[in-house]
């Protein structure tokens, strides 16, 4: 079993910042890309942001420049740094991870953290 658990989430006024974490647990030889992903109500899921186990990163439009993701390899755990938060980033943000285990590569996602940004 693997289990991917956020944390952070929270409500925050319009410019201010949130952090969040996504934690890897379980029985696995390596975890490829990682990524957090969201979704706003009535939208559907959206890409925040990917980061490969080298560390190459990639961001929506929305969130460039405002947005940081980050890994630590030897502790399994994904960071979202969000900075000048905007009402439009409003929603539940999920951890999804590529992981390898038992030679075969397992797309598992985390149970969601809710972001409320106020305006």
């Known amino acids: 079993q693997v289990q991917l658990v956020e944390s952070g989430g929270g409500l925050v006024q319009a410019g201010g910042s949130l952090g969040l974490s996504c934690v890897a647990s379980?029985?696995?030889?390596?975890?490829?890309?990682m990524g957090w992903y969201r979704r706003a109500p009535g939208k559907r899921r959206e890409l925040v942001a990917s980061i490969t186990s080298g560390l190459n990163t990639n961001y929506a439009d929305s969130v460039k420049g405002r947005f940081t993701v980050s890994r630590d390899n030897a502790k399994n755990t994904m960071y979202l740094q969000m900075n000048s938060l905007k009402p439009d980033d409003t929603a539940v943000y999920y951890c999804?991870?590529?992981?390898?285990?038992?030679?075969?590569?397992?797309?598992?996602w985390g149970q969601g953290t809710q972001v409320t940004v106020s305006s």
């Open positions: 999804n991870a590529d992981v390898l285990r038992h030679g075969m590569s397992w797309d598992i």
């Open positions: 379980g029985t696995f030889s390596g975890i490829r890309t």
